[in-house]
């Protein structure tokens, strides 16, 4: 099995990375942020502090928030669709290479050997 996983990073913390594009996602369909984490099964404030830290990574933040709810803002849209073609992009690139490699992989590792 082959998994890629593209984390974009700022400093220490992570500004991108799939589950975060998912919640990106699941904001701009459900239109707040805890309906989106009730979608992906996540708390509130889990939520909360994953659009907190986009939101400090980015130039521009990419989820506002206002009484009516939260919603992608323009440069939201933009990383998350940018983000998505690096990842399309990181599949495809990974599709070429995987049957070449997948063919010299074992099927489960070997027993571990004893230390001497």
Do not use: F, H
Not at 51 to 64: G, T, Y
Not at 78 to 86: E, G, I, N, S
Request: glycine content about 8%; proline content about 3%.
């Amino acid at each position: 099995m082959l998994k890629i996983k593209i984390q974009i990073y700022c400093g220490d913390q992570i500004a991108m990375g799939p589950g975060k594009a998912d919640l990106l996602d699941a904001i701009a369909a459900e239109g707040s942020i805890s309906a989106a984490g009730r979608k992906l099964g996540m708390s509130y404030r889990r939520c909360w502090l994953l659009v907190d830290v986009m939101n400090r990574c980015w130039a521009q933040p990419l989820v506002a928030t206002s009484s009516e709810g939260a919603r992608l803002t323009e440069m939201g849209v933009t990383v998350l669709r940018d983000y998505r073609a690096l990842q399309q992009a990181a599949s495809d690139a990974g599709d070429e290479g995987w049957p070449t490699l997948e063919r010299r992989l074992r099927a489960e590792p070997l027993a571990a050997q004893a230390a001497e």
